[in-house]
């Protein structure tokens, strides 16, 4: 038996479709019918060869939603979620002290392991989240690192009278409903000129959405999404003594030089990396008690590169989501 899938055979070429032979079931896993994955801005630097080493031939997608089929640690029919973060050690240090999102040894689903750009999945059930009922599940999968990776930013930049957003995507638009339901004010930056970005920011609840650069008020914190380098001073120039500045992707280009006096004042820079399978039952435990507006646009499975190919144009207004028939 085999799987159709969309395969990565060398980072910067296209995806081509593919039938696999359908991979037996190891200790501990489950197969998992897949009936939506988002299309993450990881998926887009992988696939441009901008992260190093990943396993090839390859399967893209760490935001899976589906149905479990097979596999005795899950019962049947269960629906599951497929983050990120596929597999740790438990024995290192990192571990140990409940920081296993900076295992050494982690694998990632869609990067060293196979992903959801296909019909089916097969994960370590210990690292699958049971997800809420209600919301869809293309309205569910970019809370599987969009949503994730945004909760644990939100949460690094701690509690924040005004909040900077830099790059207004899958993850921001998650983010800014997150922070408002805080209290927070939420301040959106994007590309100049990109009208569809600010005014999906205002519709989620920001008081300001305009370009970055531009300095509406005096910040308590910033995140930035955006892969760029140059935006690291910009945001530490926007926030007040004391406030803190996250950086929040996986890749980001080279960040400038900049004088001290941009950090001075107590004021911090951190990135936070990958997730804990803590950090998806706080979040969808949040979701199960009161749902987000996910703005997703959905695209057949067939069409994984042109999704691609319109994030990384910025033509995606919130996140874009696979669905598999």
Not at 177 to 197: I, K, N, Y
Not at 306 to 318: M, N, V, W, Y
Request: hydrophobic share 45%.
């Amino acid at each position: 038996m085999t799987v159709r899938a969309l395969v990565l055979d060398t980072p910067g070429a296209p995806l081509r479709e593919a039938e696999l032979p359908r991979p037996e079931l190891g200790p501990g896993q489950v197969r998992i019918r897949v009936a939506a994955c988002g299309v993450c801005r990881t998926d887009l630097h992988v696939r441009d060869g901008e992260l190093p080493g990943p396993k090839l031939p390859l399967v893209l997608g760490h935001e899976v939603v589906g149905a479990v089929v097979e596999g005795n640690a899950l019962p049947a029919g269960a629906r599951v979620g497929v983050p990120w973060l596929g597999w740790t050690c438990g024995a290192c240090r990192f571990c140990r002290s409940g920081r296993e999102n900076l295992c050494d040894r982690a694998r990632f689903t869609g990067y060293t392991l196979d992903g959801g750009y296909a019909e089916e999945v097969v994960a370590d059930a210990r690292y699958c989240f049971a997800l809420p009922a209600g919301p869809a599940d293309s309205e569910l999968a970019p809370l599987l690192c969009a949503g994730l990776i945004g909760y644990r930013a939100l949460r690094a930049a701690g509690p924040a009278e005004r909040l900077g957003l830099y790059g207004f995507g899958a993850s921001a638009h998650l983010v800014a409903q997150l922070a408002g339901r805080a209290g927070s004010e939420v301040f959106a930056f994007t590309r100049p000129g990109d009208d569809a970005a600010q005014s999906l920011a205002l519709e989620l609840g920001a008081v300001w959405a305009g370009a970055a650069g531009e300095r509406p008020a005096e910040l308590d914190a910033a995140i930035i999404f955006a892969p760029a380098g140059e935006l690291v001073p910009e945001a530490l120039a926007a926030v007040a003594k004391g406030g803190v500045v996250v950086c929040a992707g996986i890749h980001m280009t080279d960040v400038p030089s900049f004088p001290y006096e941009l950090l001075w004042g107590e004021r911090s820079l951190r990135s936070v990396a990958n997730l804990t399978r803590r950090d998806g039952e706080e979040l969808f435990r949040l979701v199960g008690e009161s749902p987000l507006r996910i703005s997703a646009e959905t695209f057949p499975l067939a069409d994984a590169e042109l999704a691609l190919d319109r994030l990384r144009a910025g033509r995606i207004r919130g996140a874009a989501v696979l669905v598999v028939p």
